[in-house]
């Protein structure tokens, strides 16, 4: 036999091909002839009896030979148990038989693709779900279900609760498994429609089947929305998974659950080591859940760890939910610390409670780089309307605090407050200043205003003491409204240097700081309050004032120099520091001497009432109507205080009371009080005595007369 010859080889590829051809026509006659659509009809339509349930074959049932043999059967109905309601609806099934044992006349479904499949799924108000039934074993005469591969086009599947009265929906289903006898990859995608946003579903894993028994090997599997607040949301799920089947139960190990948004870039983790889970619940012993948040200039970051963790259809609850919350905005950083049992009933209600909170505020700002606070409370909230509330007592710096707040929204919060707190020094929290603490209006460091632009709140604050600087009040409140452009204390009360003190105060962010007062003092002690404000001791008394202010700056000495305003003083039963008119008048040849002298801590001119009123410009107060009386002498005059340059320059004319003094009546000193406001120079005003004298002779010959007339009428 020559195997080089054509013929030869021509010859073996005819018969070849004829006994292949044979082969399949012998294949097909078989199979239709083993084919009997009313049989196979008949055998679908009571493969459920023994559950109740009706199996209806409207359409058209057709073999099929090439490539692999089968049947395709169209408008397939399955009903509820011992019900006509529909359970499931199926637009076409095709399956794919095994060659082998269909030889020897044994149907073996190894492969099956449903397109537009429908199913309806109830749990009832015993629990059972319907399609319980279906995981029962049984044997299916005439044919046999083993899997190796499952394909779902468009599918949809419907679940209504009975007893919570809850509803979902999966469309757009598409599964497509292969090798399920051994090692299965397992591809599937849906949508769950939603009455305001669809999520999108997709997973691929590793899935084995053992019995009833289902393995994940690893899964990844993701829900992505689109939200108008948050922009594109993705939740990512890993891990493996263990589903029995047998009684609907689950376990997972090494699992990891991470939400990302888009709008603001955020990210959250929740770790889970393991997991038991069941239609009623799922119980997660140990987990710790990781945040991040990035929104405009701010920074947010969560590390919690959560203890048995319980997740039921109506509630989610933790033994204890403790760990560290920071927000950061540049290098100012506020850290919180809580620890507390955690609820979230209906997944809605949020509870913790009781709550220990530990709040640090860290910053270059303050003079020690942190201020901290340690309250017990409860923090409760509704997820829905977006409010929390938090109630605290505890200590902030040593002091005591109660704290009760209410926040509202969660992207652009507004809060309602009210603080009560028993002393604070703010000196801790302003820029720092060398030495000792210093007249408020002589600090030049900046007020730091940038926290505002995170607040939208509206409040009541009291105290039991408040110090800047060396200015002091007590048993303050005040009504606070606080914006990123603009703060307003409104119905501000305190006692205030043993008197009261009531008014308004706003503050309007710009280009330029703008501040104003407006202010009622009563009963106030002045020397101590000028000293504190102004380093002003030169007056003393107790009184009442009324003050209307406005400033702008940076800093409380661009605030000083731009006051502006009106400010009414009105003194009893105070003192002039620095010099003793009566006496000067008593021995006024002697004293006319040394009139221009500094002031003398030792000597003052005491009086009954003083009143003048101030106005203010740009740090600058004038006045034209001081009037002082007392017993011994009366004063009045006029003159200006400049704060900006910390000097005085005042004209009076002191009398003496005639009635003490009768010979002095008529007598008139004119007095000029000049120099630094800590340290003036008292003189004569020898502009006064001269006045409408031109020449330097006339200036000094009515200077000698004046002087003369007045030694005159004192002497005997």
Same mark, same amino acid.
């Given at each position: 036999?020559?195997?080089?010859?054509?013929?030869?080889?021509?010859?073996?590829?005819?018969?070849?091909?004829?006994?292949?051809?044979?082969?399949?026509?012998?294949?097909?006659?078989?199979?239709?002839?083993?084919?009997?659509?009313?049989?196979?009809?008949?055998?679908?339509?009571?493969?459920?009896?023994?559950?109740?349930?009706?199996?209806?074959?409207?359409?058209?049932?057709?073999?099929?030979?090439?490539?692999?043999?089968?049947?395709?059967?169209?408008?397939?109905?399955?009903?509820?148990?011992?019900?006509?309601?529909?359970?499931?609806?199926?637009?076409?099934?095709?399956?794919?038989?095994?060659?082998?044992?269909?030889?020897?006349?044994?149907?073996?479904?190894?492969?099956?693709?449903?397109?537009?499949?429908?199913?309806?799924?109830?749990?009832?108000?015993?629990?059972?779900?319907?399609? #319980?039934?279906?995981?029962?074993?049984?044997?299916?005469?005439?044919?046999?279900?083993?899997?190796?591969?499952?394909?779902?086009?468009?599918?949809?599947?419907?679940?209504?609760?009975?007893?919570?009265?809850?509803?979902?929906?999966? #469309?757009?289903?598409?599964?497509?498994?292969?090798?399920?006898?051994?090692?299965?990859?397992?591809?599937?995608?849906?949508?769950?429609?939603?009455?305001?946003?669809?999520?999108?579903?997709? =997973?691929?894993?590793?899935?084995?089947?053992? /019995?009833?028994?289902?393995?994940?090997?690893?899964?990844?599997?993701?829900?992505?929305?689109?939200?108008?607040?948050?922009?594109?949301?993705?939740?990512?799920?890993?891990?493996?998974?263990?589903?029995?089947?047998? /009684?609907?139960?689950?376990?997972?190990?090494?699992?990891?659950?991470?939400?990302?948004?888009?709008?603001?870039?955020?990210?959250?983790?929740?770790?889970?080591?393991?997991?038991?889970?069941?239609?009623?619940?799922?119980?997660?012993?140990?987990?710790?859940?990781?945040?991040?948040?990035?929104?405009?200039?701010?920074?947010?970051?969560?590390?919690?760890?959560?203890?048995?963790?319980?997740?039921?259809?109506?509630?989610?609850?933790?033994?204890?939910?403790?760990?560290?919350?920071?927000?950061?905005?540049?290098?100012?950083?506020?850290?919180?610390?809580?620890?507390?049992?955690?609820?979230?009933?209906?997944?809605?209600?949020?509870?913790?409670?009781?709550?220990?909170?530990?709040?640090?505020?860290?910053?270059?700002?303050?003079?020690?780089?942190?201020?901290?606070?340690?309250?017990?409370?409860?923090?409760?909230?509704?997820?829905?309307?977006?409010?929390?509330?938090?109630?605290?007592?505890?200590?902030?710096?040593?002091?005591?605090?109660?704290?009760?707040?209410?926040?509202?929204?969660?992207?652009?919060?507004?809060?309602?407050?009210?603080?009560?707190?028993?002393?604070?020094?703010?000196?801790?929290?302003?820029?720092?200043?060398?030495?000792?603490?210093?007249?408020?209006?002589?600090?030049?460091?900046?007020?730091?205003?940038?926290?505002?632009?995170?607040?939208?709140? +509206?409040?009541?604050?009291?105290?039991?003491?408040?110090?800047?600087?060396?200015?002091?009040?007590?048993?303050?409140?005040?009504?606070?409204?606080?914006?990123?452009?603009? =703060?307003?204390?409104?119905?501000?009360?305190? +006692?205030?240097?043993?008197?009261?003190?009531?008014?308004?105060?706003?503050?309007?962010?710009?280009?330029?700081?703008?501040?104003?007062?407006?202010?009622?003092?009563?009963?106030?002690?002045?020397?101590?309050?000028?000293?504190?404000?102004?380093?002003?001791?030169?007056?003393?008394?107790?009184? +009442?004032?009324?003050? =209307?202010?406005?400033?702008?700056?940076?800093?409380?000495?661009?605030?000083?120099?731009?006051?502006?305003?009106?400010?009414?003083?009105?003194?009893?039963?105070?003192?002039?520091?620095?010099?003793?008119?009566?006496?000067?008048?008593?021995?006024?040849?002697?004293?006319?001497?040394?009139?221009?002298?500094?002031?003398?801590? +030792?000597?003052?001119?005491?009086?009954?009432?003083?009143?003048?009123?101030?106005?203010?410009?740009?740090?600058?107060?004038?006045?034209?109507?001081?009037?002082?009386?007392?017993?011994?002498?009366?004063?009045?005059?006029?003159?200006?205080?400049?704060?900006?340059?910390?000097?005085?320059?005042?004209?009076?004319?002191?009398?003496?009371?005639?009635?003490?003094?009768?010979?002095?009546?008529?007598?008139?000193?004119?007095?000029?009080?000049?120099?630094?406001?800590?340290?003036?120079?008292?003189?004569?005003?020898?502009?006064?005595?001269?006045?409408?004298?031109?020449?330097?002779?006339?200036?000094?010959?009515?200077?000698?007369?004046?002087?003369?007339?007045?030694?005159?009428?004192?002497?005997?």
């Amino acid at each position: 036999m020559n195997w080089n010859s054509g013929r030869l080889w021509l010859r073996i590829t005819v018969y070849t091909s004829l006994a292949l051809l044979c082969l399949g026509v012998v294949t097909q006659s078989l199979i239709f002839w083993q084919f009997d659509e009313t049989a196979v009809r008949h055998a679908i339509g009571e493969s459920l009896r023994d559950t109740g349930r009706q199996v209806l074959i409207e359409g058209t049932i057709s073999p099929r030979v090439f490539p692999i043999p089968g049947i395709d059967i169209n408008d397939i109905t399955v009903s509820q148990p011992g019900s006509t309601a529909k359970f499931a609806k199926i637009a076409r099934m095709e399956a794919r038989l095994a060659w082998w044992p269909l030889l020897f006349g044994k149907r073996e479904v190894r492969s099956l693709t449903l397109y537009a499949p429908e199913i309806d799924v109830v749990r009832q108000k015993d629990g059972v779900l319907s399609i #319980s039934d279906l995981f029962m074993r049984r044997e299916q005469p005439g044919f046999n279900i083993n899997l190796n591969t499952l394909v779902v086009h468009d599918g949809v599947f419907s679940y209504h609760d009975d007893i919570s009265g809850a509803k979902q929906r999966l #469309s757009s289903i598409t599964i497509d498994a292969d090798g399920l006898k051994s090692s299965a990859m397992l591809k599937a995608s849906a949508v769950l429609d939603d009455d305001t946003r669809p999520l999108r579903m997709a =997973m691929n894993t590793p899935l084995t089947i053992d /019995n009833n028994r289902l393995d994940f090997g690893q899964i990844d599997a993701q829900v992505e929305s689109d939200t108008p607040t948050l922009g594109k949301t993705q939740l990512r799920t890993t891990g493996e998974l263990h589903l029995d089947l047998n /009684n609907l139960s689950a376990a997972g190990e090494d699992l990891a659950f991470e939400f990302t948004t888009e709008q603001p870039q955020s990210s959250a983790t929740l770790r889970v080591p393991h997991l038991d889970a069941s239609l009623e619940r799922v119980q997660i012993p140990q987990s710790h859940l990781s945040a991040n948040m990035q929104y405009e200039r701010s920074q947010y970051q969560l590390e919690a760890n959560l203890a048995n963790l319980n997740i039921g259809r109506k509630a989610m609850n933790a033994s204890r939910l403790s760990g560290d919350f920071n927000w950061q905005v540049g290098t100012t950083r506020v850290k919180l610390q809580l620890d507390a049992p955690f609820t979230l009933a209906g997944l809605n209600d949020l509870q913790l409670s009781p709550l220990t909170l530990t709040a640090q505020a860290i910053t270059p700002l303050l003079p020690r780089g942190q201020l901290i606070a340690n309250m017990q409370g409860a923090l409760t909230g509704t997820l829905g309307d977006e409010r929390f509330d938090l109630h605290g007592k505890g200590k902030i710096d040593g002091s005591d605090i109660a704290l009760d707040v209410t926040q509202y929204g969660l992207m652009h919060p507004r809060h309602e407050a009210a603080l009560s707190i028993g002393a604070l020094d703010l000196n801790r929290y302003l820029p720092e200043t060398k030495g000792e603490a210093v007249a408020i209006f002589q600090n030049k460091n900046p007020i730091p205003l940038d926290w505002m632009d995170f607040f939208d709140l +509206n409040g009541k604050v009291s105290a039991g003491e408040l110090s800047m600087g060396r200015f002091r009040m007590k048993d303050v409140s005040a009504s606070v409204r606080i914006l990123p452009q603009e =703060m307003e204390l409104n119905h501000i009360s305190a +006692n205030i240097y043993s008197g009261q003190l009531q008014g308004d105060a706003s503050l309007k962010r710009g280009q330029t700081n703008r501040y104003e007062v407006r202010q009622t003092l009563r009963g106030m002690n002045i020397r101590p309050l000028l000293v504190d404000l102004f380093n002003f001791g030169q007056l003393d008394g107790k009184g +009442n004032g009324q003050v =209307m202010l406005a400033a702008q700056g940076d800093s409380f000495v661009d605030l000083r120099n731009s006051l502006s305003g009106n400010v009414q003083m009105s003194l009893n039963q105070g003192a002039l520091t620095g010099i003793d008119l009566v006496s000067a008048l008593k021995n006024l040849p002697a004293e006319l001497k040394e009139m221009n002298t500094p002031s003398r801590a +030792n000597q003052k001119t005491t009086f009954s009432t003083l009143q003048a009123g101030f106005r203010m410009e740009q740090g600058v107060g004038r006045n034209q109507d001081l009037k002082l009386a007392s017993q011994l002498v009366n004063v009045n005059g006029g003159g200006k205080i400049d704060l900006k340059h910390s000097i005085i320059d005042y004209n009076m004319n002191v009398a003496a009371n005639p009635r003490e003094f009768s010979s002095l009546r008529g007598v008139s000193i004119p007095l000029k009080i000049t120099g630094p406001l800590n340290a003036p120079v008292y003189a004569l005003n020898f502009n006064a005595l001269v006045k409408g004298k031109k020449t330097e002779t006339e200036k000094q010959q009515a200077l000698k007369q004046e002087l003369k007339k007045q030694i005159t009428t004192i002497l005997p």
